[in-house]
């Protein structure tokens, strides 16, 4: 079956550690992007992707960082620099970003909590 | 920049009934789509129903119906015959093209009474 996997569901980190959310899709999507949520809010963008090797800054993107070496992966890094890291983390991944019928299919996500 | 206004933090509805939820949104952008997805205590997103700007008639998908009002940048979700599965998170969200991604609201939480 296609679709996104997030990698572990829940995770735990002391402070001033980096940690890295995993996520696969098996789609042959090109755009791919990272959310977070918080309690009592919707999801906001912290990057995305169009293709390979290529990568933009989204809303709140200060404290993270991103790869995109392969098409199916694109993992994020929750640095010790980012001041509330604990919260709920969906990847998703679409066909492309060109065209606005692109839905976006979302990840089981990542619980992070950091203490 | 775009914004998207969910008005409503819970609504309750009893089994088998119709219930209705409330978005609005603000944009200069003539050419966009919105979207309804339901999040379930899994915390998966599942995307329910999604409106092109520029279609007048208003989309529907078995049970979920939106009233989409341009004018008035509305944007509404009506579920008929409310089901216990239907018990989620329900986000609004909008997308213009060349957006980085999509726009969420805060969200809905529908209860729904047995």
Known sequence: DGGITQSPKYLFRKEGQNVTLSCEQNLNHDAMYWYRQDPGQGLRLIYYSQIVNDFQKGDIAEGYSVSREKKESFPLTVTSAQKNPTAFYLCASSIGQASLTYEQYFGPGTRLTVT | ?114
């Open chain 2, 1 to 114: 920049a775009q914004t998207v206004t969910q008005s409503q933090p819970e609504m309750s509805v009893q089994e088998a009934e119709t219930v209705t939820l409330s978005c609005t949104y603000d944009t200069s952008e003539s050419d966009y789509y919105l979207f309804w997805y339901k999040q379930p205590p899994s915390r998966q997103m599942i995307l329910v129903i999604r409106q092109e700007a520029y279609k007048q008639q208003n989309a529907t998908e078995n049970r979920f119906s939106v009233n989409f009002q341009k004018a008035a940048k509305s944007f509404s979700l009506k579920i008929s015959d409310s089901q216990l599965g239907d018990a989620a998170m329900y986000f609004c969200a909008y997308r213009t093209l060349g957006a980085d991604g999509l726009t969420f609201g805060k969200g809905t939480h529908l209860i729904i009474q047995p």
